[in-house]
């Protein structure tokens, strides 16, 4: 089952394979992690509290 690196929440695979690096089965971030979010390529800490 899929998860997310970060938070070790539940991912879809459908996300995985949208978002993830190729080569990769997990994401390194994903839309409940709170404090770091994808810039690009990388992941960078959150600069302001999300908007849910």
């Not at 998860?3 to 394979?17: G, L, Q």
């Amino acid at each position: 089952m899929p998860h997310c690196n970060n938070c070790d929440s539940y991912v879809s695979e459908a996300y995985v394979r949208v978002f993830a690096p190729e080569g990769m089965d997990t994401v390194r971030v994903c839309p409940h992690c709170e404090d770091k979010l994808r810039d690009g390529a990388d992941v960078r800490e959150a600069r302001a509290p999300r908007q849910q």
